[in-house]
């Protein structure tokens, strides 16, 4: 069971901005071993937009670090016709000292900005958001099958002192690697203005890959409590290009 450290001291915004940038130039450092881009096409109601991920994971000796890129270009439900209407970045680093360690300490980021739906709304940001805590990666024998579970800590500026989230993270590789079904699902505690405070989201891929960089699928955003008091499902049609 991972507890929660009630000592934990709040940062100030220029100290997450600190962390936030030295992750970011670690990332950048491993950029070019590991990397994936993805475009979708978002057919989730009053949405139909273009979604563009930016993804890398990069294990090492030292343990892994993991980050992604979302920007949505445009929507009509938000009045922006043409540019970026949602950016939103994620960063982490789990850290191990030898090869038979099975759970990991990890540190995240994430944050980004976004526009509100209707017109003359402003774009608002999304709160910086501090993660610290432990992870397990269970595999089989041939990494076919892969599933990492998180129990974190989350700080949430300004909003949220002492929350926590939890994470699971799965990869399943299908008819001999012809299919990839992958994705994630988060259930964090975080105070909303409708009165409800636990949050769920779920984002599900599935891949058939064309060639060995070439994948084409579809990714399902399923939430609860996410943008408002109700279960939302958002199919996308998607492009994925592994570097």
Known sequence: MYIIFKSFI?????????????????????????????????????????????????????????????????SDARNVENGVSLAYWEIARSFRWNETQKIQPRLEYNGGVFKLEGENTPFVPIENCLLAGLEQTFASSDFSKIFTLQANYKYIQDKEDASFQITGVWTVQLLQGKVTFTGFADFWKEEMSWGTDFRFLSEPQLWFNATKNLALGTEVELSNNFEADEFFVKPTLGVKYTF
């Open 10 to 74: 709040p940062l100030n915004f220029n100290q997450v901005k600190q962390i936030y940038l030295l992750f970011f130039f670690i990332a950048i450092f491993n950029i070019s071993k590991a990397q994936n881009i993805q475009l979708h096409y978002d057919m989730g109601k009053d949405r139909n937009f273009f979604t563009s991920t930016v993804e890398m994971f990069k294990p090492d000796s030292w343990g892994s670090t993991f980050f992604f890129i979302d920007m949505d270009y445009s």
